[in-house]
C-alpha cells in the first residue's frame, strides 16, 4: 500500500519532468502544430480522467438514492469551478501565449507570473490524484488502487507535454537548458503537494469523498476549458489539436477501464 502511494503520489511530476528534460534534445521553439496536438492531447486527458474517474464513481458512490444521486457530482462540480474561478481571479498569473498578466495588478516579474499560472493549472490535477488514492486508501468499493493509478498515470501522461511547453519556451526567450529544465519540473511540484494535502485531510475527506471527487472534475474542467481549448483552437492547425484532444481522451478512458 506505501509502495502504491508513493508510485500514484510521484508519476504525475515525474511525467512533468520527462516533458521538461526535452529542452535538452530539441534545438528551438516548438511548432504551432506540436504544440497545439500536446495541449489537444492534455485536454482529451484530463477531461477523460474527470468523467470515467471522478463524476461516474461519484455517482456511483450515491445508487440506490433514486434521482438524488446526481446531487453531491453536481454540487461538487460547481464548487470546483466556482474555485478555481476565484483562484484565477484574485491570482496575479500570466498565460504562455499572452504579454499581458491576468488578476489583479503586480509587480512580479514575467517568470514568476507565469510559474503562478501553472500553479493554478496543475492544482486541481493534484488534487484529483489526492482524493482518489484517499478514497482507495479507505476501501471505498467504487474505487480501486488501480484505477487509482490510472488516473496519476494518466496525469503523468498528459504531464510529458505539458512540461516541454512550459520549458523549452522559457529555452527560447534565453534561459539555460538546466533552468528552463528546472522551471519547468517545478512547474508540477504543486501536483504531489496538493495531492498529500488531501490526503492529509482524509479523515474530513472521506465522509464527503462524492463532492470531493466532483470537485476536482470542476477545477480540471475549469483548465481546460479556459485555457487549454482556447490556446489549442487559436490561430491555425486548430484540428491537429482536435485530433489530440480525440487521443487523449480514448487511452486515459482506456486506462480507467483496463486498470480500474
Not at 3 to 20: C, E, I
Not at 51 to 79: H, K
Not at 106 to 114: D, E, G, K, N, Q
Not at 125 to 147: D, K, W, Y
Request: hydrophobic share 55%.
Amino acid at each position: 500500500m506505501t509502495t502504491t502511494l508513493f508510485l500514484g503520489l510521484l508519476l504525475p511530476l515525474f511525467g512533468t519532468m520527462v516533458g521538461s528534460a526535452l529542452v535538452f534534445f530539441m534545438k528551438g521553439e516548438m511548432s504551432a502544430m506540436i504544440q497545439k496536438s500536446l495541449l489537444g492531447f492534455a485536454s482529451g486527458v484530463m477531461v477523460a480522467a474527470s468523467v470515467w474517474s471522478l463524476l461516474i464513481p461519484a455517482m456511483e458512490m450515491r445508487v440506490g438514492e433514486g434521482a438524488w444521486v446526481v446531487v453531491p457530482a453536481a454540487v461538487g462540480f460547481l464548487l470546483g469551478m466556482g474555485f478555481l474561478l476565484m483562484i484565477d481571479v484574485i491570482t496575479p498569473h500570466l498565460h504562455l501565449d499572452s504579454d499581458k498578466p491576468e488578476g489583479p495588478h503586480s509587480h512580479l516579474s514575467r517568470t514568476a507570473m507565469l510559474a503562478l499560472a501553472v500553479t493554478i493549472h496543475n492544482l486541481p490535477e493534484g488534487m484529483a490524484v489526492g482524493v482518489v488514492l484517499a478514497g482507495a486508501g479507505s476501501g471505498m468499493p467504487n474505487i480501486s488502487l488501480a484505477s487509482a493509478i490510472a488516473v496519476s498515470l494518466g496525469i503523468a501522461i498528459q504531464n510529458v507535454p505539458e512540461g516541454a511547453i512550459i520549458s523549452m519556451p522559457m529555452r527560447a526567450a534565453g534561459n539555460s537548458c538546466w533552468r528552463s529544465f528546472a522551471i519547468g519540473t517545478l512547474s508540477g511540484a504543486v501536483e504531489p503537494v496538493g495531492a498529500i494535502a488531501v490526503l492529509l485531510l482524509a479523515s474530513v475527506v472521506v465522509p464527503v469523498l462524492p463532492y470531493m471527487l466532483a470537485f476536482a472534475a470542476g477545477a480540471m474542467f475549469y483548465v481546460v476549458i479556459e485555457e487549454l481549448i482556447p490556446e489549442a483552437s487559436s490561430g491555425k492547425h486548430s484540428n491537429v489539436s482536435t485530433i489530440g484532444f480525440a487521443v487523449g481522451f480514448v487511452l486515459m478512458m482506456v486506462l480507467d477501464v483496463v486498470m480500474g
